[in-house]
């Protein structure tokens, strides 16, 4: 594809989002170029890059245009990063050819925001404080509640683009030997600082199409979720209950260190999410895996109360700490979402609670760098259930680094990290 197709397909991209606003990005783009698919890969990779810009921008580009008296639109969005950032050598007027396959020319309002924006930055000192950190006003200052004075520094740094980390397979293979067959097809990676079984892909790669991949030597997984899975203590034998699985990303990475003997169970409130982690637990060869689906009057909660040694809560949050790699979910927040998410979140800590044994371990994990999901929740559930406490594994116990869990409590930040932002407490049941 030319340049100006390219530019083109994002533009088309970024109003299918906005014609589906409350759809996930990712979403909307794998919909997209799968009635496209005539678009290859390295077209796609570079469509996406130039609309998750857009989308990482966002609320400065609207700042800037408003600024000019233009409308935002899909096709102003992308012109005024085009000119402020300079993403392609050709000027804007040559990517506006109107020739096939380009967008049409631009109108004379368009040429005066190109005017308007030239010799400009995306920065701006009369720019408000929210905007230039690109989060919702209302969140300002929760942020700054969790981060204290490097507050922008977080912020900025969930700005960037997220890594592309991946967990070896220990079921399969080594992290060494993961390594090679990777470097084989062209694909290469490092070791990760703090998970044991991570490894970081230099750049954007086409890690599902490898061999590797398909043979389950390797999944997509970001480091701090694997710390997370690392930080439940899943060991062979053991009864484990991933209560709010998803996909089974961490129940595929707990039944790893379960080396596939005892039992875990992947529930989910949501069956197509359960029926998506089949082919995934199969290629990775776990076999001590089931699911189940949770549903309003089920007793099965109820006939394996006090039956699990270990119960994980990957409790629904803001994904606030995933924003590097879905900056779309900072335009949709609102705090009516937080509030009702913090109601969410304590329901299922005390259901998921009541099916642990006395000396089993409660591990609640979000990946949301807000207090009031964090800590505030902690410890809310700490003093209305008195038989719980935090708990620290001694240094050397199973596989998570020495230094993380503080007080029971895990903090990860892209800035101090460089994972994804998540929150992990290890509670045990005494009595």
């Not at 967990?167 to 998970?195: C, F, H, P, V, Y």
């Not at 875990?264 to 699911?291: F, K, M, T």
């Amino acid at each position: 594809m030319t340049p100006s197709a390219r530019l083109s397909a994002a533009i088309d991209l970024i109003s299918a989002m906005e014609a589906t606003p409350f759809r996930p990005a990712d979403a909307v783009a794998n919909s997209f170029f799968r009635e496209r698919r005539y678009i290859g890969g390295g077209d796609r990779r570079a469509i996406s890059a130039r609309v998750w810009d857009t989308l990482r921008h966002w609320r400065r580009l609207c700042w800037w245009i408003e600024r000019a008296d233009a409308p935002v639109t899909p096709r102003t969005l992308v012109l005024a990063l085009e000119v402020l950032a300079r993403q392609d050598r050709m000027t804007p007027e040559e990517l506006f050819s109107g020739e096939r396959y380009a967008p049409s020319r631009l109108d004379p309002q368009e040429r005066a925001l190109c005017a308007f924006l030239r010799g400009k930055s995306m920065d701006h000192p009369e720019m408000p404080r929210a905007v230039t950190l690109e989060v919702p006003d209302w969140l300002l200052p929760r942020v700054e509640a969790t981060f204290g004075a490097q507050a922008d520094a977080e912020l900025q740094a969930m700005m960037g683009e997220a890594t592309l980390d991946l967990r070896a397979n220990l079921l399969k293979t080594t992290r060494e030997a993961a390594r090679m067959a990777l470097a084989q097809e062209g694909i290469t990676t490092q070791d990760t600082t703090l998970s044991p079984w991570g490894l970081r892909v230099a750049g954007r790669q086409p890690v599902t199409s490898t061999a590797a991949f398909r043979a389950g030597l390797i999944e997509i997984q970001d480091e701090g979720s694997q710390l997370v899975a690392a930080a439940v203590g899943a060991e062979p034998g053991m009864r484990v209950l991933d209560y709010c699985a998803g996909a089974a990303g961490k129940t595929l990475a707990m039944a790893m260190t379960m080396n596939n003997r005892g039992h875990i169970v992947a529930c989910d409130v949501s069956e197509p999410r359960l029926d998506g982690a089949v082919r995934r637990l199969r290629r990775a060869g776990v076999h001590n895996a089931e699911r189940h689906l949770l549903a309003t009057g089920d007793k099965w909660a109820r006939r394996r109360a006090g039956s699990f040694d270990r119960v994980l809560v990957d409790a629904p949050c803001t994904g606030t700490g995933t924003w590097r790699r879905n900056p779309d979910a900072r335009l949709r927040l609102r705090e009516s979402d937080l509030l009702e998410l913090m109601e969410k979140q304590s329901d299922i800590l005390d259901r998921a609670a009541a099916l642990l044994r006395p000396g089993g371990r409660l591990v609640y994990a979000t990946c949301s760098i807000l207090n009031e999901e964090n800590h505030d929740q902690i410890a809310a559930f700490v003093q209305r259930n008195p038989a719980f406490r935090l708990v620290t594994p001694p240094q050397g116990e199973g596989i998570m680094p020495a230094g993380l869990l503080v007080g029971g409590q895990m903090s990860l930040s892209p800035l101090r990290n460089g994972t994804d932002g998540f929150f992990t407490a290890v509670m045990e049941r005494v009595a």
